[in-house]
């Protein structure tokens, strides 16, 4: 995928996130809480494959073969802080996706946020 064709800028999944923590119909909806954290590992997630295919070499994969390729780049780079920390976010989107005897209360979705922020920090540091 070339990055000039993307017209999308994942971040906006982070953008949507943090509205849907604030919205005043949110505050009690378990469906809205998964949702955020979807939303805020799909950022993250997003944004690396981005900044990674050109440091890589390698076209990103259309299927579900993207979520290991961003997580094989990451450790091609060493940047194993962000490979970790996206880990812990994808088994949050897991347990929230999948897991449906699981509560998930506000704290987590706020924390989901709070660390994708502090990812997509991380790993513009350690991959550009």
Avoid at 62 to 68: G, V
């Amino acid at each position: 995928m070339n990055r000039k064709s993307i017209r999308f800028d994942p971040e906006n999944f982070l953008t949507l996130a943090e509205l849907l923590i604030d919205a005043k119909e949110s505050q009690s909806l378990e469906a809205s809480y998964r949702t955020i954290i979807n939303r805020s590992y799909l950022a993250v997630v997003w944004k690396a494959a981005l900044l990674l295919e050109p440091l890589v070499g390698v076209p990103i994969p259309q299927s579900a073969e993207f979520y290991r390729f961003v997580e094989d780049a990451l450790a091609k780079r060493n940047a194993l802080n962000s490979k970790n920390k996206l880990g812990a976010l994808r088994r949050w989107r897991n347990d929230a996706d999948y897991k449906l005897d699981v509560r998930v209360r506000k704290g987590r979705a706020e924390y989901a946020i709070s660390t994708a922020k502090d990812v997509l920090t991380l790993i513009e540091s350690e991959i550009v």
